[in-house]
């Protein structure tokens, strides 16, 4: 005889020191995801004029991306990290090697006075000093980090042109406007970047320790033969993911409100289009801009299409899918598909693991799941072709579309089979852990 699977509510659920209710499950999971998606994200510096609401629904908007797609995340963070990484060895080499080469000259005193001894070789015949500027910028240097270079990529320096806000500035475009003279060289320690952060080393610690405790119990039901709920298991594939996203943004300051300001000097000729002062051609200005930058935004994620919408222009930030090189994206682009794919196959994967708790559908539950495997791979094929072969419209254009309506099709249909489960739970759902028998009895 098949036995009957009880439906349960949330007023019918067992109680007491033994057993949780629903709630409790619903609970954790909305802890636990909080935690993930809400103070795991680490946001670009917003606009200078946008409001808390602007900044707010944009960070929702994300927030919501991580739960549905956890992978973009990741691989994000992954372009983020990589960007950070290069664009502060860039500085380094420039003025760092320069002021080491500076002091080798004159072993026997300090930096700043054997550059100024290097530079007597560029005076004039009346004995006048012309520092260069790449000189000039190597004294003012000081060792840039990856805390540094996430700083810069997240919209950190704003160019100030008149005294007026102009637009923010590229780590690239920094490198060459100090090199070139226009501007200073910014002076600003790891400690100040810290200082405007929000998050810290104990914030970020807690967050990941409600992760640990949340991943614990299930592992030890799982020991103790304890059934999950599909609620549990999502939650802990977005936790699984979310963990990796941490690792890249453990430097990444998190929540800053201003930039730091560069000054163009009046002596410098007026600089002309810069990065962020120019509108993706695939904007039309009207009411379809919204339309494209939803559909733009997971492209911006993984790196394919690096956008820059009339709004980030507007208000003088960088685009809130930005933050990263499109040349580092090139250099690492296996890093980044391994990173991908592997995001991919362990977000899949764990929800495969619930594939026979529908018992209703578990042929389209089981379809669903393999597609969220499957998704992340063959987007990796496709940047793979598109690296090797050049970008090709048509493939792209039915890649956007395409891939969106599947992925977002199997992640609904995982939704409705978690609410389903709901209300389908087996009672030994509700028993909580023994956590005495993981204590050896004398």
Not at 317 to 344: A, K, M, Q, T, W
Not at 399 to 406: K, L, M
Not at 413 to 428: D, E, K, M, R, S
């Amino acid at each position: 005889m098949v036995p009957s699977v009880t439906t349960l509510d949330c007023s019918n659920c067992p109680s007491g020191n033994d057993t949780r209710t629903l709630w409790d499950i619903i609970w954790s999971c909305a802890a636990t995801l909080f935690a993930c998606a809400w103070t795991a994200i680490h946001p670009n510096i917003p606009g200078m004029v946008e409001g808390k609401f602007a900044i707010f629904s944009r960070r929702l908007g994300i927030m919501l991306v991580m739960l549905i797609a956890p992978e973009l995340m990741i691989t994000w963070a992954t372009l983020q990290f990589l960007s950070a990484r290069d664009a502060a060895k860039a500085f380094n080499n420039a003025f760092g090697a320069q002021l080491h080469q500076d002091h080798n000259d004159h072993p026997d005193i300090g930096e700043s006075t054997a550059t100024l001894l290097r530079e007597f070789s560029t005076s004039d015949g009346n004995n006048s000093l012309h520092l260069s500027a790449p000189h000039v910028a190597s004294r003012n240097f000081r060792a840039w980090t990856v805390t540094h270079g996430f700083f810069a990529w997240m919209g950190g320096f704003m160019l100030y042109v008149n005294d007026k806000p102009r637009t923010t500035l590229t780590p690239d475009e920094l490198l060459g406007f100090v090199r070139d003279g226009s501007v200073e060289m910014p002076v600003i320690v790891e400690a100040d970047i810290e200082d405007r952060s929000k998050g810290d080393a104990l914030s970020k610690g807690i967050a990941i320790l409600q992760l640990a405790w949340f991943v614990l119990q299930l592992v030890a039901r799982y020991v103790q033969n304890l059934p999950v709920s599909l609620l549990e298991l999502d939650t802990l594939a977005v936790a699984a993911l979310t963990c990796i996203a941490y690792g890249f943004w453990w430097k990444k300051p998190k929540d800053i409100g201003h930039p730091h300001a560069v000054y163009w000097k009046a002596t410098a000729p007026l600089p002309k289009k810069l990065a962020y002062d120019i509108v993706d051609n695939r904007y039309a200005e009207d009411w379809t801009d919204p339309l494209v930058a939803i559909s733009a935004m997971p492209l911006n994620f993984m790196g394919i299409w690096p956008s820059i919408s009339p709004y980030a222009v507007r208000s003088r930030r960088v685009p809130s899918g930005g933050g990263y090189d499109e040349g580092s994206v090139h250099r690492h682009r296996i890093n980044v598909l391994l990173v991908g794919c592997f995001g991919g196959t362990v977000f899949g994967g764990i929800q495969c693991l619930g594939w026979n708790d529908v018992p209703h559908a578990q042929g389209l539950l089981r379809a669903a799941s393999l597609a969220i495997v499957a998704v992340p791979t063959f987007t990796a094929l496709l940047l793979a072709y598109i690296w090797l072969n050049g970008s090709n419209t048509v493939i792209v254009l039915g890649a956007t579309y395409a891939i969106p309506v599947i992925y977002g099709s199997a992640r609904g249909i995982l939704f409705a089979a978690i609410l389903v489960n709901l209300q389908t739970l087996p009672p030994g759902v509700y028993d909580t852990v023994a956590w005495t028998k993981f204590i050896p009895h004398l």
